[in-house]
Nanobody
Framework: QLQLVESGGGLVQPGGSLRLSCAVS????????ISWFRQAPGKEREGVSC???????YVADSMKGRFTISKDNAKNTVYLQMNSLKPEDTAVYYC????????????????WGQGTQVTVSS
């Protein structure tokens, strides 16, 4: 059974940076696309970024230039580097897995982590 564990969230000032990690167990990243989603209070969960099984990456338009996704297959871990953070980036960030290809719909993902809180505030 696939398990995902996020880490790296916290409190950061506007303009600061954080790197989130998603550690995957139960299979290898060779077979899965891993996406980051986020959910702010009172809002729907939205797609942030995705890396597919062969390493192609996608970032939501509103985060391009600030967020970068990468993975380390040897560590079975996906990273989300977030720079120039804004208060509107405050949310719980989740990683999720689905086979091979990136999808933006939350309905496509059957395996989710527990989430990590990111708070951007002065």
């Amino acid at each position: 059974q696939l398990q995902l564990v996020e880490s790296g969230g916290g409190l950061v000032q506007p303009g600061g940076s954080l790197r989130l990690s998603c550690a995957v167990s139960g299979s290898t990243l060779d077979y899965y696309a891993i996406s980051w989603f986020r959910q702010a209070p009172g809002k729907e969960r939205e797609g942030v970024s995705c890396i597919d099984s062969v390493g192609r990456t996608y970032v939501a338009d509103s985060m391009k230039g600030r967020f970068t996704i990468s993975k380390d297959n040897a560590k079975n871990t996906v990273y989300l580097q977030m720079n120039s953070l804004k208060p509107e980036d405050t949310a719980v960030y989740y990683c999720a897995a689905q086979e091979s290809y990136c999808k933006w719909s939350v309905l496509q993902y059957g395996s989710w982590g527990q989430g990590t809180q990111v708070t951007v505030s002065s």
